[in-house]
C-alpha cells in the first residue's frame, strides 16, 4: 500500500447494462483491485445490476453481476435507494435520436448523487449540458471517455493535455464495422457479408445499420461537437453518406491505386464560428493515417493552431477490454486517484 495509507476507502458500484463490455469492465475491476488499493488507496464493491434481461438488482452488501441476488426492484428509483452507488457504470444500447432510456439513467443516478459514467454517445449529443450541470449542483462527476474510441483517449486529452490549443478541427475514422465491410469488399464479398465478418469479430451488433449507414460516425461527431467546441448538433445535422451504396469495383480499384475507401468523419469550426459536421467514404491515401487505418483500428486527428500538421491518436485493434478500460480510467478520475 502507497505510503501514509492506512486503510482503504470503498466505494460502491453499480452497473446499468452488463453486456459484453460491462462483463469486460467487471473482469478489468476485478483484475486490477490489488493494484488500485495498493496505489490509490481504493476498494470497491458491486452493490447493483440492471439488465434488459435480468431487470433490476440491489444489495447494499454487495452481489455478483453476472448471477445477481438480493432485491429485485420495480424501477430505477427503488434501485438506486437499495444499490446506494457511488458510481453508476452505464453501458446500455444506443439510441442516436433522442439518447433515451440512458438519458434518464444518468440523470437520475446523478440526482441521487452517484458519479454517473457511460459508454453511450447518445446521451453526450441529446443531454450533455443538462448532464454536466447536474453533476456540478450536486458535486458529482459525468464521464464518457469510452463513448468515441472505445478507451483512447479523447476528451480527456483535450481537456488535460491541450488547453488553449485553439483546435480548430476534427477528423477520424470513429467506426470499426465500416473499415471490416469495406475491406471484405475490396476482397470480393458483399456488404452483408463483410456486416458478417465484423459480427463474428465482435465488433459489430445485430443490425449493424448505425455503422454501415454512418449513423455511429455522425452522433460520434455530435458528441465531440457539443464538449469540445461547445457547439450542440443533432445526427439529423451531420451531412451524412454510408457506405451501402458504395460501387463494388470501385472500392476494389481504389484499394489497388493505393487509395482506399474509408468512412471519414469531419468536424470542422469556420472563419464565422459555426460548425460544421460531416460523415462519407472517402478515398484516402494509405501515407495518410486514416488510409492506413485496418482491420477494427480507430484514429482520430486533431487539427490545432499549435500542430501545424495535426496531432494524431490510433487505437490499433482495440477489443471490449480497450472499451472497459475508458470507463475504467473515468472512474479514477471520479474518486480522486
Known sequence: MAAGVTALTSYRVAFIGFGNVGRALAALLASRRPAV??????????????TRRLGWWADGRGLDPGAPGGARCADLGEWLARARPDVVFETTSLDPHAGQPALDYLRQSL????????????????????????????????????????????????????????????????????????????????????????????????????????WDSAVKLCALAVVLFDTPLTPSEVARVGIRDLDADAVRRARADGTPYRLVGRLRRGPSGSVEARVAPERVSVTDPLGAVQGTDLVTCYEADVFPGGLVVTSRSPDLTTTAYGLFTDFLTAVGA
Request: proline letters at 3%; hydrophobic letters at 45%; one cysteine or more.
Open 111 to 214: 440526482a441521487a448523487g452517484a458519479h454517473a459514467i457511460s459508454a453511450n454517445k447518445g446521451p453526450i449529443v441529446h443531454g450533455y449540458r443538462e448532464l454536466a450541470s447536474v453533476a456540478a449542483s450536486v458535486g458529482r462527476q459525468y464521464l464518457f471517455e469510452a463513448a468515441v474510441m472505445d478507451g483512447a483517449p479523447v476528451f480527456s486529452l483535450v481537456r488535460g493535455c491541450l488547453p488553449l490549443a485553439e483546435l480548430r478541427g476534427v477528423r477520424g475514422v470513429f467506426t470499426s464495422t465500416a473499415t471490416v465491410v469495406l475491406e471484405a469488399v475490396e476482397r470480393g464479398a458483399t456488404v452483408a457479408e463483410g456486416v458478417a465478418e465484423a459480427q463474428r469479430l465482435g465488433v459489430a451488433e445485430s443490425d449493424a445499420s448505425h455503422d454501415v449507414d454512418g
Open 37 to 50: 488499493g495498493e496505489r490509490y488507496g481504493i476498494d470497491y464493491q458491486v452493490t447493483g445490476v440492471a
